[in-house]
């Protein structure tokens, strides 16, 4: 097998008009609203797009805390995202990264550049829109 250095991914989405649709992944179901308009009980495209970007981060924290090694508990991200009208589009991403860790300050910030430099949804998302964050230590729950 000749391996090409890239990876794949594979998802299905389907919707039954209702206003709710379902994205299938490696066996697992996420239900997210398609209504045009707003559902305070599923989360939208905007929502889920955010939410892969927390998801790669923590993945991350998990993946360095392992290879640099990083010794922490617990990790928390908080993400906002600023949406404009005309052309609509995501075009600012502002996140806040708490870890519980009694890691020196400088090591979180390996840490996070680590994650800011590696991350496959942080680096396509940077490509396109404007990026703000910050790591810090703290307690999480």
């Known amino acids: 097998m000749i391996t090409t250095g890239h990876s ?3 998802v299905t989405a389907s919707t039954n008009r209702d206003g ?3 994205i299938s992944a490696n066996g697992r179901d ?8 707003v559902n305070e009980h599923l989360p939208g495209p905007a929502e889920l797009l955010l939410g892969s970007f927390s998801a790669c981060i923590l993945k991350n924290v ?9 010794s922490w508990r617990d990790a928390l991200v908080e993400i906002h995202g600023e949406r404009q009208e005309t052309p609509p589009r995501i075009t600012r991403i502002q996140y806040l990264l708490t870890i519980d860790t009694d890691e020196p300050l400088h090591r979180l910030e390996l840490l996070h550049q680590n994650i800011s430099k590696h991350g496959t949804i942080y680096n ?3 490509a396109v829109c404007s990026i703000e ?5 703290g307690v999480t729950s």
């Open 133 to 137: 964050g910050r790591a810090v230590i």
């Open 62 to 70: 998990e993946r360095f805390g392992e290879m640099l090694p990083f």
């Open 20 to 22: 709710t649709s379902t």
């Open 30 to 37: 996420i239900v997210f609203s398609s209504s045009p308009g």
């Open 124 to 126: 396509t998302l940077a």
């Open 8 to 10: 794949t991914y594979s």
